[in-house]
């Protein structure tokens, strides 16, 4: 059984950062994208960055140049630094792991950004 776990969220003043990471555990093979999503309260999820295997990285237009996605595939682990946070970056935050045939969904952490 595959379970993506996430660490790193919390409450942070408007202008700090946080490192979100999320590693797999269980038997979890050709892992091709990984990637993170939030969903803030009354909004639907959304793409904020991936990254392929071969560590091409894709952004959301509202957090290019502040985040930065990056990947260790011997740990199948995936990282977000997220700088400058501002309160409109407060949601929920999953990680998305895919693979030929399967998506794994972590079960989301809290990220809290205070004006």
């Known amino acids: 059984q595959v379970q993506l776990v996430e660490s790193g969220g919390g409450l942070v003043q408007a202008g700090g950062s946080l490192r979100l990471s999320c590693a797999a555990s269980?038997?979890?093979?050709?892992?091709?994208?990984m990637g993170w999503y939030r969903q803030a309260p009354g909004k639907q999820r959304e793409l904020v960055a991936d990254?392929?295997?071969?560590?091409?990285?894709k952004y959301a237009d509202t957090v290019k140049g502040r985040f930065t996605i990056s990947r260790d595939n011997a740990k199948n682990t995936v990282y977000l630094q997220m700088n400058s946070l501002k309160p409109e970056d407060t949601a929920v935050y999953y990680c998305?792991?895919?693979?030929?045939?399967?998506?794994?969904w972590g079960q989301g952490t809290q990220v809290t950004v205070s004006s």
């Open positions: 998305r792991f895919t693979s030929r045939l399967y998506v794994y």
């Open positions: 269980g038997s979890i093979f050709s892992i091709n994208a």
């Open positions: 990254i392929t295997s071969v560590g091409i990285t």
